[in-house]
């Protein structure tokens, strides 16, 4: 009896809250849900866009935080998407999720035929599987080398050209200032957590050296050459020596606090991390400057890894319409503009990079064309649904040089014999 | 009542007696053994967390399978063998330090001392965290930069510079150790504590008239008397430690030289969507579990039939 007193009491505020809502807003909508990264100020700003796209349409949007670490959270992904559920309609995705996430997202062009009109290409092409756009793209990334430029310039170095300059005046400028008594200071931070970041990171070191990508496009696996090798035992030097030995725990959001607490002279670090160095709270506030990565010795290149996030809606997602107009609103020209001026988020439109105020804020955009035109994508496209296998095995092998348990030699030709029996049995 | 045949009799008792077990093996069959049975069966399959509902039976692939000259499959991967090898170290390690550690302060809490109940209810804080909240507590006052622990290892003098005790592969699994020892073992001073507060105490007076020493006391009278609560506190920290997932993933995520058996049987169900071959890590896991309780328990049987003798 006292049940359906309560379930009837329930329905009936059910109701009126329901009939509030549709008073309020033009649709007579519940409410939708967003998940949006917690990376810097990724969070804050997707509060804002969002914010004002529920002003404009009076549906109410709800915002999911998910984890920092991209392996977790892609995780977090396959397990609601797995079961169908639909907890999140709008997903952040990285730019390596689409073959992976595919799916469970929707056709975007299916509900605005225009969706995609105006980003770079090679970002449309990627998010394009089986002729289906399956993500917007919010922002793009790139790898880049952030530095001191006050301690660069004291001690008389200019931003490093190759990787052994960087070591250099890395082991310099520590060596002079820990004996001026600055005991905290390190030379160079970067992402050696046995994560995804630490592919992006070693993909940049390898690629520098022209080692190429972990697979060529034809599939055929290339990472046991010696440029690779050279690359690794590089960074496996490193470590000790200018970078502390920590970086092997350290995610993106770690090595900036050693970076911007002043404890470091170099960093590599993804374009968000501008905006907040120069931040009114920042100890190092107008102290930085940032280059493009260095290139592996007189032949390599500049490059970084291309990374950034784009924005899919959940086939599962009982309101698609208004999801899809919500993330083409948050990836348009006008927001990414905002995100730009405020945050150094890079824009996906080309023609953002020519805009005045856009560059006004990010005088370095225009200096990273290099490196956004060489940037080196990850073998997510070749190697499909195997990717998560293939950055495991390949940040794994890393790890474990950069730990000291292995020499790079042995453990790339054990990571390719390994990339070789997975490949050979799966079908890539 | 009167004159019932002892067997019919019987027979009601046992009838009565499934009759209130049932509810309660219902629901182990629903809770257990099901997803239990569910586990082997894919175990055998090539079922992918994209599309649970698709799959193929592929007999025993997943466990070993030869092709083209190579081994395939969770046998022949070092890194299973791996993180077999860090929870047996993970699990020795933990419960040999807990339960050292669980006794002697078992022993202080039972001393009669001013503030003991206030001490009491303070070494149960570990305890009562949340291992999630205090792994992360712990990750970051072992963070090698701005670390609380190198801080004041440093300030003691102590170490010269900082350490990397999540970064050193020498180092990880043993933070981790000690940050699991950290945590239970309250729970091991509980269990030991109870029994303690059991003891009959003539032993305790018999031994003082004597003048026994005691250090003596303990090893003697006061271990012998506490070993069946000890038996089960390990039984508990054992099992609970060879299944350990979360203080390792949160400290040291999916890192090699940490890696236990429910981190890489997550790593493959989750990260990698391969139920099948993550079903039959969580099944060898079992398995291994099984055996060493098994193994465990045996040994302490003859230990105490032998005693008894």
Redesign the interface.
């Known amino acids: 009896m006292a049940r359906t007193t309560i379930s009837g009491t329930l329905a009936a505020f059910a109701l009126s809250a329901g009939t509030l809502i549709g008073a309020q807003g033009a649709l007579a909508q519940s409410s939708l849900s967003i998940s949006c990264g917690a990376v810097g100020v990724e969070l804050e700003l997707c509060k804002a866009g969002v914010e004002e796209w529920s002003q404009k349409t009076g549906v109410e949007v709800e915002i999911v935080s998910t984890p920092n670490?991209s392996?977790e959270r892609?995780?977090l992904y396959?397990?609601i998407l797995?079961a169908q559920g639909d907890d999140i309609d709008i997903l952040q995705v990285d730019v390596v999720w689409p073959g992976i996430l595919g799916?469970h997202l929707v056709d975007l062009r299916a509900y605005d035929e225009q969706a995609g009109a105006g980003h770079f290409e090679a970002l449309i092409a990627n998010n394009t599987v089986d002729g289906k756009l399956l993500a917007l793209p919010w922002w793009t990334d790139a790898g880049v080398l952030y530095y001191r430029s006050d301690l660069l310039e004291k001690h008389g170095f200019e931003p490093p050209e190759t990787w052994s300059q960087l070591t250099e005046a890395a082991r310099t400028i520590m060596a002079e200032e820990r004996a001026a008594g600055d005991d905290?200071l390190?030379g160079f931070v970067w992402q050696?957590?046995?994560?995804e970041g630490l592919t992006c990171d070693a993909l940049e070191w390898v690629d520098s050296f022209g080692g190429g990508g972990i697979v060529g496009a034809d599939g055929a696996v290339t990472i046991n050459n010696p440029q690779a090798i050279a690359a690794i035992e590089m960074a496996a030097s490193w470590v000790g020596d200018i970078t502390?030995?920590?970086?092997?725990?350290?995610d993106e959001e770690?090595a900036r606090?050693?970076f911007q607490?002043g404890?470091a002279v170099f960093m590599r670090n993804w374009p968000y991390a501008w905006a907040l160095a120069q931040g009114d709270d920042s100890p190092i506030k107008g102290k930085v400057g940032v280059v493009a990565l260095p290139r592996g010795g007189e032949n390599g290149s500049h490059t970084g890894t291309l990374g950034g996030w784009n924005l899919a809606v959940s086939k599962y997602s009982k309101n698609p319409e208004q999801a899809v107009d919500l993330a083409l609103f948050l990836t348009s020209k006008a927001q990414q503009k905002q995100r730009a001026i405020s945050s150094s988020y890079n824009p996906t439109y080309p023609d953002l990079y020519s805009d005045a105020d856009v560059l006004a804020a990010n005088p370095f955009f225009g200096t990273l064309e290099e490196t956004f035109t060489n940037a080196v994508a990850r073998p997510s496209a070749i190697v499909g649904?195997k990717y998560?296998?293939v950055s495991?095995q390949f940040w794994?092998a890393v790890?474990?040089v950069l730990?000291?348990?292995e020499e790079a030699g042995p453990a790339l030709a054990g990571l390719e014999n390994s990339l070789n029996?997975l490949s050979?049995?799966g079908r890539w | 009542m009167s004159e019932a045949t002892p067997s019919s009799h019987q027979a009601r008792r046992v009838r009565t007696a499934w009759l209130f077990l049932s509810p309660m093996l219902i629901g182990l069959a629903v809770v257990a053994v099901w997803p239990l049975a569910r586990t082997v069966y894919y175990a055998f399959t090539d079922a992918s967390l994209t599309a649970p509902g698709d799959y193929a039976f592929i007999g025993a692939e997943n466990f070993a399978v030869q092709d083209g000259g190579y081994w395939y499959g969770l046998l022949a991967d070092p890194l299973w063998w791996t993180s077999v090898w860090n929870t047996l170290v993970f699990a020795a390690g933990s419960v040999a330090i807990e339960v050292v550690l669980g006794v002697i302060l078992a022993l202080v809490m039972n001393a009669a001392f001013p503030g003991r109940a206030l001490f009491r209810a303070a070494v149960l804080i570990p305890w009562a965290i949340p291992t999630v909240v205090s792994a992360k507590m712990w990750a970051w006052m072992l963070h090698d930069q701005f670390g609380v622990v190198n801080h004041t290892l440093m300030t003691l003098g102590l170490i010269a510079e900082p350490v990397a005790w999540l970064a050193n592969p020498d180092l990880t699994l043993l933070s981790v150790i000690l940050v699991d020892a950290w945590k239970t073992t309250p729970f091991v001073a509980l269990l030991v504590l109870a029994s303690l507060q059991m003891l009959p105490k003539d032993c305790y007076e018999a031994a003082r008239v004597d003048g026994v020493h005691p250090i003596k006391v303990f090893f003697g009278v006061t271990l012998p008397l506490i070993r069946p609560a000890l038996t089960v506190a390990v039984i508990f920290r054992l099992l609970d430690a060879l299944r350990v997932f979360d203080v390792v993933y949160i400290m040291t995520g999916n890192a090699e030289s940490t890696m236990t058996m429910s981190v890489y049987a997550r790593q493959q169900l989750v990260d990698f969507q391969d139920v099948g071959y993550g079903s039959a890590a969580s099944t060898l896991l079992f398995m291994v579990i099984a055996f060493l309780t098994a193994l465990y328990l045996t040994a302490v049987k003859a230990d105490v039939v032998r005693e008894g003798r």
């Open positions: 670490s392996t892609l995780a396959q397990q797995a799916p905290d390190w050696g957590k046995a994560y502390p030995e920590g970086v092997l725990n350290y770690a606090g050693v607490s404890n649904d998560n296998r495991s794994s790890h474990g730990g000291g348990q029996r050979r049995r």
